[in-house]
C-alpha cells in the first residue's frame, strides 16, 4: 500500500489492522486501541461506508469517532466516485464548514502494464 510505504520512508511506524495478527480481544477493542497508540490517523475513504456494527456505524466511522477526541486526523477522499448514502453522510460528517476537517482528493489510476 502506498501510504504505508510513505508513512516508512519517512521513518515512521505505521499501524494498521491488517498487522495486528491474533489478538485475546476483539477486532473492535484491538482496532480502537490501535488509533489510540497512533500519533496521527490517516483515513481513506471510497464508496463503501462498510458493515455496519451493533451501535449502527461502521468499524471506520468508530475508528473516525474514536479518532477526533484525541488525535490528528488527517483524511483522503477518492474522487470520482458515487458513495453509497451512508457513506456520504460520514464524508459530510467528517468535511463540515464548523466540525470537519480540511480534505484532500484522490485519483486512483491504473497502470498500464
Known sequence: ???KRAISILQHNPIMAEDFGAKPD???ITCLRGVRESDVVILIL???Y???QQQGLSATHEE???AR???QLIIFIQSGIEP???QADLINEVSSWEKGLFLGRIYFCRRSL
Open 1 to 3: 500500500m502506498a501510504v
Open 26 to 28: 476483539s477486532a473492535q
Open 46 to 48: 471510497g464508496s463503501r
Open 50 to 52: 462498510g458493515y455496519e
Open 64 to 66: 473516525v469517532l474514536e
Open 69 to 71: 477526541t484525541t488525535k
Open 84 to 86: 453509497e448514502p451512508k
